[in-house]
């Protein structure tokens, strides 16, 4: 069975941290790529953060110096390490894992989200 797993998240007070994780399984695919993504009520959902196999990567402008994404391909890892965390943060996070090539996606899946609260 395909499951991507989130965890890690919680309550934290302005200027706290927290580290999520998300463990893929079940995936018959080569995931060259990973991230997080986040979504509040009333808002789309947006991308935060990705790395590839190649350990390239991207981070939305709203993150870059406070969040730092890191994988373990061998076990289908992803962490999300966020630091200095602001009010504005606060959304479920989602796990994606992909398969892109030639620039498309070939194979997608997404986990179920895990909560992240930031108090003010």
């Known amino acids: 069975q395909v499951r991507v797993v989130e965890s890690g998240g919680g309550l934290v007070q302005t200027g706290g941290s927290l580290r999520l994780s998300c463990a893929a399984s079940?995936?018959?695919?080569?995931?060259?790529?990973m991230g997080w993504y986040r979504q509040t009520p009333g808002k789309q959902r947006e991308l935060v953060a990705t790395?590839?196999?190649?350990?390239?990567?991207n981070y939305a402008d709203s993150v870059k110096g406070r969040f730092t994404i890191s994988r373990d391909n061998a076990e289908n890892t992803v962490y999300l390490q966020m630091n200095s965390l602001e009010p504005e943060d606060t959304a479920v996070y989602y796990c994606?894992?992909?398969?892109?090539?030639?620039?498309?996606?070939?194979?997608?899946?997404w986990g179920q989200g895990t909560q992240v609260t930031v108090s003010s």
């Open positions: 994606n894992v992909r398969r892109i090539v030639g620039g498309h996606i070939t194979n997608n899946a």
């Open positions: 079940g995936i018959r695919f080569t995931i060259n790529h």
């Open positions: 790395i590839s196999s190649g350990d390239t990567t």
